[in-house]
């Protein structure tokens, strides 16, 4: 995995998001390795990168004025741990070997969601519809008390047929936007679909919906 590389689709990758997201909004989960990750992508993406600051540097200096980049990282990286120590692209692909690890790529949603709730005991499939509630409006009954995504599958067309790709869901109105699946790269995957196309897609990939319960 790398940072130019495309990543949409990906379980492990929308899985590890997934679980940093909900580690973020103090969401307790029962794994120590996913946490101790989780906290040091936390610590590392509050700090900038010495290369954004040498980059800041060099570039409001006069154009006849030259700096000795690696001359100036050193110092910059010298100074009180006030930058990054790791790369939270790496801690976050260590995150994903990780999940991969633990979990197929071609696993069934029902081990999926065994896999998680050993972590996460709370995550639930699917909406509840009671109370004349249709799923749009549990959708949004839960995106306003939550405030947080929720892990689904879509139905995509690709030149090797149809296929099923995860994603994370951020907001549903008219249009269905649903989020980049690793913030930690190069690569800004976010997309929105119309509500109809949305909705069709997702059915044929069976109306797969992890959410907190």
């Known amino acids: 995995m790398d940072k130019s590389a495309a990543k949409k689709g990906n379980l492990a990758i929308t899985l590890s998001t997934y679980l940093y997201i909900l580690f973020d909004r103090g969401i307790e989960i029962l794994d120590e390795s996913i946490v101790s990750l989780c906290q040091q992508i936390e610590s590392e993406s509050q700090k900038s990168s010495v290369a954004q600051v040498v980059t800041a540097i060099v570039e409001s200096l006069p154009s006849d004025i030259q700096m000795d980049t690696e001359a100036l990282s050193t110092f910059v990286a010298s100074q009180d741990n006030k930058y990054q120590t790791a790369d939270p692209f790496e801690l976050g692909k260590q995150l994903v ?32 519809t009671e109370e004349g509630h249709s799923v749009l409006q549990s959708i949004r009954h839960y995106e306003f008390n939550r405030g947080l995504p929720w892990i689904g599958r879509i139905a995509e067309r690709t030149d090797n047929g149809i296929v099923e790709s995860w994603i994370m869901v951020e907001k549903v109105t ?32 069976g109306s797969v919906a992890i959410h907190l319960g």
Request: include cysteine; charge should be negative; proline fraction near 6%.
């Open 174 to 205: 008219d249009r269905v936007l649903c989020m980049d699946p690793y913030p930690w790269d190069d690569v800004d995957e976010e997309f929105e679909l119309d509500l109809p196309e949305f909705l069709l897609r997702w059915q044929l990939a």
């Open 97 to 128: 070997d990780q999940i991969e690890e633990a979990i197929d790529a071609e696993s069934s949603v029902e081990d999926v969601m065994a896999w998680l709730q050993e972590r996460v005991p709370s995550l639930v499939n699917g909406w509840n």
